[in-house]
């Protein structure tokens, strides 16, 4: 039998892309590592296939972040670190903004297929069956596609029951759940089981907004929320932009922060964009962007990723809790 690739790269112990860049002559491989190589095609009497060879050598070097919308804090950052993550590798990132359009995301999935780009790190609110991205380099953030897409999430579920037991043990005894609720599965949902849970276990009543909307529809949820549930005296929001908008109302409104109502947000804390030192579940952006990053250069490189990497987010103590 004539030996392949993954001959090599099993023989020698390392990644198939390993084994790749050591036949493409790429710096990015340590010598002891290019030597254990060597040594393998040679004891193998492996020979490159040069159409495939030639084919790798046509990559784009490019690599697309597909997010809703641009103008949000957490994409923001995200595309900050997932563009020097890319640069590491030698990728230059591209940035499509979806615009909540789904044909924007299949679009991008046609471009990964024509080989116009290499792989593609996706934040989506649609759905896409797995047999559409079969054999698409793709890593997404948050949303699980099934199969073997792999996805980088924060621990939603732990740090949602985490920061509601934080509130209630200072105090709260009508706590209430505002967020908005994506239209595919995604991990996100955990935030709305982890409230419920905990609503059970300390047996208070639920005092719940999580609808489906869209970037810029989160007046009308606050308002919602409001007119429903205006005894609240402590509420966990899901999502940044809803909890300024939240948080802006209540004062609108002369509640007392923190001493009338406690306020903690899932998302980080930007400083920069807000007017209010909110206490917060930070998500560690940083090293989700530089995760997915990592996952989708082995993804196009054919070496193994595992499925679902989740990371530790943090409680930041702020001024909207006692």
Same mark, same amino acid.
């Given at each position: 039998?004539?030996? /392949?690739?993954?001959?090599? $790269? @099993?023989? $020698?112990?390392?990644?198939?892309? /390993?084994?790749? !860049?050591?036949?493409?002559?790429?710096?990015?491989?340590?010598?002891?590592?290019? #030597?254990?190589?060597?040594? #393998? *095609?040679?004891?193998?009497?492996?020979?490159?296939? %040069? *159409? #495939?060879? &030639?084919?790798?050598? %046509?990559?784009?070097?490019?690599?697309?972040?597909?997010?809703?919308?641009?103008?949000?804090?957490?994409?923001?950052?995200?595309?900050?670190?997932?563009?020097?993550? $890319?640069?590491?590798?030698?990728? /230059?990132?591209?940035?499509?903004?979806? &615009? &909540?359009?789904?044909?924007?995301?299949?679009?991008?999935?046609?471009?990964?297929? !024509?080989?116009?780009?290499?792989?593609?790190?996706?934040?989506?609110?649609?759905?896409?069956?797995?047999?559409?991205?079969?054999?698409?380099?793709?890593?997404s953030i948050d949303r699980d596609f099934g199969g073997k897409t792999p996805y980088v999430t924060s621990d939603n579920y732990e740090a949602t029951k985490k920061a509601l037991k934080y509130m209630i043990e200072r105090g709260a005894k009508k706590v209430g759940f505002l967020g908005s609720k994506p239209i595919v599965e995604s991990e996100v949902m955990l935030r709305e089981k982890a409230y419920l849970e905990v609503m059970e276990e300390y047996h208070m009543p639920v005092r719940m907004v999580n609808q489906v909307m869209q970037h810029g529809e989160e007046m009308a949820i606050v308002a919602d929320f409001i007119e429903k549930y205006p005894d609240v005296d402590g509420v966990f929001v899901s999502g940044y932009t809803l909890s300024q908008v939240f948080h802006d109302n209540m004062i609108e409104l002369e509640k007392n922060i923190p001493e009338d109502l406690q306020i903690i947000s899932y998302d980080?804390?930007? @400083?920069?964009?807000?007017? +209010? +030192?909110?206490?917060?579940?930070?998500?560690?952006?940083e090293e989700m962007a530089r995760q997915a990053v990592r996952l989708l250069v082995k993804k196009i490189h054919n070496e193994e990723t595992g499925v679902r990497t989740v990371l530790k987010t943090k409680l930041v103590l702020g001024s909207t809790t006692r």
């Open positions: 039998m004539v030996p /392949t690739i993954k001959d090599v $790269a @099993k023989h $020698a112990g390392v990644g198939i892309g /390993t084994v790749s !860049r050591v036949i493409n002559n790429q710096k990015a491989v340590g010598e002891k590592t290019r #030597a254990k190589v060597l040594g #393998a *095609m040679k004891e193998l009497n492996y020979s490159p296939n %040069n *159409m #495939a060879s &030639q084919l790798r050598k %046509n990559e784009t070097k490019i690599l697309a972040l597909l997010v809703p919308i641009i103008n949000h804090p957490f994409f923001a950052r995200l595309a900050y670190f997932v563009e020097d993550e $890319a640069d590491k590798f030698g990728y /230059t990132m591209l940035l499509v903004s979806s &615009q &909540q359009r789904v044909e924007k995301e299949e679009e991008i999935i046609s471009r990964i297929k !024509r080989r116009e780009v290499d792989g593609a790190v996706f934040v989506t609110h649609f759905m896409h069956e797995e047999e559409e991205l079969k054999n698409c380099p793709i890593v980080g804390m930007f @400083k920069q964009w807000s007017t +209010n +030192n909110m206490t917060c579940v930070e998500q560690p952006i």
